[in-house]
């Protein structure tokens, strides 16, 4: 296995552990305005997230690092091409980041409610332009031969994009959903409860169409045919599994499925890529592969072992601020936001 091959699975690794962890943070987020009944409420709610949050984005930071460094020909077309949308995403989580900390400086109602709306918006657009992306990558951009995006913004939003986006905003919300329901006690929980069962059926179907959808559109499952292999499936179990655990009140178990849901549906995208990382509509030989668009032999050898000493202390340091604020919160506890 050849240094292009391992850091391709690196950052396929970096964005799983991105989307479990962001995921049940942009669900959160989304559902704050609809389960905070009161100010109390919603400062319960966001307290489940106040410890992770920001260090859950450093798996995208570190992400989008390694892209740059092993891929610079992917990251430069993509964050070129994407260019619009990433803009309107990070617009997204500024706001998101800022209203957490502006919040709690007024006791005001109307203050906090705008915030706490502004907290919906910036987990509701990346939520959903996570899945457009993720879905435009596999199906196909307008690329020519010197690796330069030729099409717009809105070539971006075709339907099978927009049905990505729906997928992607309807898991992380789910996740979310069910991440409150072990993080929350008394009325908070059982409504955390009601809301992810309610949401259980409509996320399936709308996940089983983009599955369906993508057999149409992209050459993803071209070389599988009927028979999908065993990740798609263990995905689909995973999410079908999730009905009948929230019924039983298993959140912790329904909370590792939705978590598998999202973890192999990644694999299952970056799969489907490989060896590309981005498609090219206008002529599949143009297509950026982990080889065109790779840095030097020598950089990857260096970046390799600054990985292999650094990515496990981090790894263990996000495990042991997990450990430490695992319990759960009620509105009796100290709260900050």
Not at 24 to 50: A, E, M, Q, W
Not at 207 to 216: D, I, K, N, Q, R
């Amino acid at each position: 296995m050849d240094l292009n091959i391992i850091w391709f699975i690196l950052v396929t690794v970096l964005f799983v552990g991105f989307f479990f962890l962001e995921g049940f943070d942009y669900g959160v987020g989304i559902l704050l305005p609809f389960l905070g009944k009161d100010d109390k409420s919603r400062r319960v709610i966001i307290n489940t997230i106040g410890p992770h949050w920001d260090g859950n984005e450093v798996w995208l930071l570190t992400a989008g690092g390694a892209i740059f460094a092993a891929f610079p020909h992917w990251y430069a077309t993509m964050f070129s091409g994407f260019y619009l949308a990433l803009f309107l995403m990070l617009v997204a989580l500024i706001v998101r980041a800022v209203s957490f900390e502006f919040r709690s400086k007024d006791e005001n109602s109307q203050w906090r409610n705008v915030w706490d709306w502004a907290i919906f918006f910036g987990s509701f657009v990346p939520a959903l332009l996570w899945g457009v992306a993720l879905a435009n990558l596999i199906r196909g951009v307008p690329i020519d031969e010197s690796m330069t995006y030729t099409g717009g913004f809105f070539n971006l939003l075709n339907p099978y994009a927009l049905v990505g986006g729906l997928a992607s905003l309807s898991l992380f919300t789910l996740h979310g959903a069910i991440f409150l329901a072990l993080k929350t006690t008394d009325d908070i929980l059982e409504d955390s409860r009601k809301i992810a069962r309610k949401l259980w059926l409509p996320t399936t179907v709308i996940l089983l169409l983009f599955v369906a959808y993508s057999y149409v559109e992209t050459d993803m499952f071209a070389a599988l045919g009927i028979n999908p292999g065993s990740v798609p499936v263990v995905a689909l179990l995973a999410i079908l599994s999730v009905g009948s655990l929230l019924k039983a009140k298993k959140e912790g178990w329904a909370f590792i499925m939705t978590g598998i849901t999202i973890a192999f549906s990644t694999v299952i995208v970056f799969s489907g890529l490989f060896p590309r990382v981005m498609v090219s509509s206008t002529n599949p030989e143009w297509s950026l592969t982990i080889y065109n668009a790779s840095s030097t032999p020598y950089t990857l050898e260096v970046m390799s072992i600054v990985a292999a000493v650094f990515v496990p202390i981090v790894l263990v340091y996000q495990s042991w601020t997990y450990w430490v604020f695992r319990k759960r919160i009620s509105k009796k506890s100290e709260l900050e936001y």
